[in-house]
């Protein structure tokens, strides 16, 4: 089934326009949610309750304030909001090709697929090509949603993907991070180097690996649907221990080794992040989606 844009721009630089097409990256469909309900099983809706006097407060009577001093606010009409917002030209203006290896990932926030619209295919794997043969990305500036964004354009295979990045001053300098900076002992080095050569892999393989949490939460809820009780295991505090770093090292060497001997004799070893279990829907159906609904992490969505 082919991909639906979300949205519609057009990358420029010089006299260069591509008239592209965004996609989103993240597929939410198969998340687990739970909403809200009374104990009657009716769904409950949100209200916005005034903090002076507990009295609901209905849409029409609301409007949006920017806190400027501890608990004084200066408000602004919906007029007054569009005028604050950037004019939506949809358009991705590249300023500069830098590096690609230089972006730290933590810069990182959303990303999405772009692809070519009607007539820019030429165009479009011009630019691709190009980027991926000088190792560049294009950092630009991307207007739309009322907002400004920070981007960078950079190639994936055969596609071009945009990554919306945080600007400068939204993060936190590592610099602030207490490390208590040593010196790595050259034997403890080696092991943990040694400990690195067994567990390597030259490809990635995301596919290799599930949300282990969210299948166990699927058969429970199957479980629940199929009219069985759901028992709550007791919690086990790890207990705490003063660990040799070097004789830890010299262990997880020792322990791989080991697997990788009985794999080797037929007998598959085990892998570190456990038994896959495959993904079960409920047969009853996944709890109806709604806006008051909640992750099945425990937060609000």
């Known amino acids: 089934m082919a991909a639906r844009p979300m949205a519609s721009a057009t990358i420029s630089f010089g006299l260069v326009s591509i008239p592209c097409k965004l996609f989103p990256t993240v597929d939410n469909t198969s998340a687990v949610r739970f909403n809200y309900l009374s104990k009657d099983g009716s769904r409950l809706r949100q209200q916005y309750i005034r903090a ?17 001093a501890k608990g004084q606010y200066v408000t602004f009409t919906a007029d007054e909001l569009k005028a ?28 999405y697929y772009l692809g070519p619209d009607k007539g820019a295919a030429r165009s479009y794997h011009l630019l691709r090509a190009a980027l991926g043969k000088t190792g560049r990305a294009a950092l630009a500036r991307y207007a739309a949603r009322g907002k400004s964004y920070l981007v960078l354009i950079r190639p994936m295979g055969e596609a071009l993907v945009m990554e919306q990045l945080k600007h400068a001053d939204e993060l936190r300098k590592v610099d602030e991070v207490p490390l208590d900076v040593c010196d790595v002992n050259d034997g403890e080095l080696d092991l943990a180097v040694q400990i690195i050569a067994q567990r390597t892999n030259d490809k990635f393989e995301p596919e290799n690996y599930q949300d282990e949490v969210k299948n166990r939460v699927l058969e429970l809820i199957q479980q629940k649907i199929d009219g069985q009780d759901i028992a709550v295991a007791p919690e086990e ?49 996944a709890p109806a989606a709604g806006d008051d609904k909640t992750a099945a992490s425990g937060g609000e969505g």
């Open 84 to 111: 604050l917002n950037v004019v939506a030209t949809n358009a991705i203006d590249i300023d500069e090709f830098i590096p690609l290896a230089d972006v730290e990932r933590v810069f990182i926030e959303r990303v």
């Open 237 to 285: 505090k790890a207990e705490a221990k003063i660990i040799d770093l070097m004789e830890a090292l010299r262990q997880s060497v020792a322990d791989r080794g080991g697997a990788d001997k009985e794999a080797k004799r037929g007998r598959p070893a085990k892998r570190a992040s456990g038994k896959r279990a495959s993904e079960k829907q409920p047969s009853g159906g």
């Open 52 to 68: 002076s006097d507990g009295e609901i407060v209905e849409r029409e009577d609301r409007v949006q304030g920017y806190e400027f």
